[in-house]
C-alpha cells in the first residue's frame, strides 16, 4: 500500500518556540489514522502543514507525492481542492442555508449545471442522514446536526483526503457514535484517506486503523489500536485510560506553596 502523506524530518515552530522536533509519520491510501496528545502538544499544526496553511521550517510534508514546500500559491490550491477539511465546530457559514452550505464548493470549484449541483447536494445531505433539513439555516440545528451537515460539505467534491480537527467535541454521546460511524463508512465507501485529530480516545479505538502519540513536539508511541491500549509507556497508559496520576500533573510546576503565602519552610 502506497502513503498519501509523508511527513519526514518535520521541525516547526512559532517565533522562537519550537513545536514539532523531528517528526516521521505517514499516511497509507485508504487509511483512517488518528493523531492523539494533550492540547498544545502541535496536533492541529500538523493538520495545517499537511493542507499547506504552513510550510515547514525544516524537512519535508509531501502530499499524493507532490514537496508542498515547493509549491506556488497556485498548485497549493489545486492541490487543496482535492483535501476536505471538517473544522472542530463545523464552521458553517451562519447566513446560508444547510442547501447552500452544501452546495457552496461545487458553485465555487466547478462548471457543473444548477440541477446537477442540485442533485448531489442532495445526494450528501442523505449520505448524513439530513436531507430533509435543507432549508434551514445553521442557527435552527442542533450541534450534532451541524457537524453532520459540515461533514455533508467537507466531502462535497468527494476529495482525496479528509482532515478532521476534534470532530467529536461538544457532542452527546448518540451524536458522537453518528459521527464517528460516518467518518468510517464515508472513508470506506468514497476511497478517501482521513486524518484525525483528537481528544476522544474510546470513540477514536473504535474506528481507526492507526494511531500516533504526541507529546512535547515528537511522537512518543504509534500503532494500531490494540497495540496502543495494551501500551505500558506510562504517559500513553495515563492518556487511553484518563487516569488522574502518571507522568502528566495534576498541579502546574510552581514555586513552593510557602514562597507564595510567605512562609518558612518547603510547605508545597
Same mark, same amino acid.
Given at each position: 500500500?502506497?502513503?498519501?502523506?509523508?511527513?519526514?524530518?518535520?521541525?516547526? *515552530?512559532?517565533?522562537?518556540? &519550537?513545536? +514539532?522536533? /523531528?517528526?516521521? $509519520?505517514?499516511?497509507?491510501? =485508504? %487509511?483512517?489514522?488518528?493523531?492523539?496528545?494533550?492540547?498544545?502538544? *502541535?496536533?492541529?499544526?500538523? &493538520?495545517? +502543514?499537511? /493542507?499547506?496553511? $504552513?510550510?515547514?521550517?525544516? =524537512? %519535508?510534508?509531501?502530499?499524493?507525492?507532490?514537496?508542498?514546500?515547493?509549491?506556488?500559491?497556485?498548485? &497549493?490550491?489545486?492541490?487543496?481542492?482535492?483535501?476536505?477539511?471538517?473544522?472542530?465546530?463545523?464552521?458553517?457559514?451562519?447566513?446560508?442555508?444547510?442547501?447552500?452550505?452544501?452546495?457552496?464548493?461545487?458553485?465555487?470549484?466547478?462548471?457543473?449545471?444548477?440541477?446537477?449541483?442540485?442533485?448531489?447536494?442532495?445526494?450528501?445531505?442523505?449520505?448524513?442522514?439530513?436531507?430533509?433539513?435543507?432549508?434551514?439555516?445553521?442557527?435552527?440545528?442542533?450541534?450534532?446536526?451541524?457537524?453532520?451537515?459540515?461533514?455533508?460539505?467537507?466531502?462535497?467534491?468527494?476529495?482525496?483526503?479528509?482532515?478532521?480537527?476534534?470532530?467529536?467535541?461538544?457532542?452527546?454521546?448518540?451524536?458522537?457514535?453518528a459521527i464517528g460511524r460516518l467518518v468510517r463508512q464515508f472513508n470506506d465507501a468514497l476511497g478517501i484517506t482521513s486524518v484525525l485529530v483528537t481528544h476522544d480516545v474510546q470513540e477514536s479505538m473504535?474506528?481507526?486503523?492507526?494511531?500516533?502519540?504526541?507529546?512535547?513536539?515528537?511522537?512518543?508511541?504509534?500503532?494500531?489500536?490494540?497495540?496502543?491500549?495494551?501500551?505500558?509507556?506510562?504517559?500513553?497508559?495515563?492518556?487511553?485510560?484518563?487516569?488522574?496520576?502518571?507522568?502528566?500533573?495534576?498541579?502546574?510546576?510552581?514555586?513552593?506553596?510557602?514562597?507564595?503565602?510567605g512562609l518558612a519552610g518547603e510547605v508545597r
Open positions: 500500500m502506497t502513503n498519501l502523506v509523508e511527513i519526514s524530518d518535520l521541525n516547526f *515552530g512559532y517565533g522562537e518556540s &519550537l513545536v +514539532l522536533k /523531528g517528526i516521521n $509519520l505517514t499516511v497509507p491510501r =485508504g %487509511s483512517l489514522v488518528a493523531i492523539m496528545g494533550l492540547s498544545g502538544c *502541535g496536533k492541529t499544526t500538523l &493538520l495545517r +502543514l499537511m /493542507g499547506g496553511q $504552513l510550510q515547514a521550517q525544516q =524537512g %519535508s510534508v509531501r502530499v499524493a507525492g507532490q514537496e508542498l514546500n515547493h509549491m506556488d500559491e497556485r498548485q &497549493l490550491y489545486a492541490m487543496r481542492r482535492r483535501i476536505g477539511m471538517l473544522f472542530q465546530f463545523g464552521a458553517l457559514f451562519t447566513d446560508l442555508t444547510v442547501f447552500d452550505n452544501v452546495a457552496f464548493q461545487m458553485r465555487e470549484h466547478t462548471d457543473l449545471p444548477e440541477s446537477m449541483i442540485r442533485d448531489l447536494t442532495l445526494m450528501k445531505l442523505n449520505a448524513v442522514g439530513l436531507r430533509g433539513v435543507q432549508s434551514l439555516m445553521p442557527s435552527e440545528l442542533s450541534g450534532g446536526m451541524a457537524r453532520r451537515v459540515a461533514l455533508a460539505r467537507a466531502t462535497a467534491l468527494d476529495p482525496q483526503l479528509m482532515l478532521y480537527d476534534e470532530p467529536f467535541t461538544g457532542l452527546d454521546p448518540i451524536s458522537l457514535g473504535k474506528i481507526v486503523d492507526y494511531i500516533y502519540f504526541v507529546a512535547d513536539g515528537v511522537i512518543v508511541a504509534q500503532g494500531s489500536p490494540a497495540e496502543i491500549r495494551a501500551s505500558t509507556l506510562p504517559f500513553v497508559h495515563q492518556f487511553v485510560w484518563g487516569e488522574a496520576d502518571g507522568p502528566m500533573p495534576f498541579h502546574y510546576p510552581s514555586q513552593t506553596m510557602g514562597a507564595d503565602f
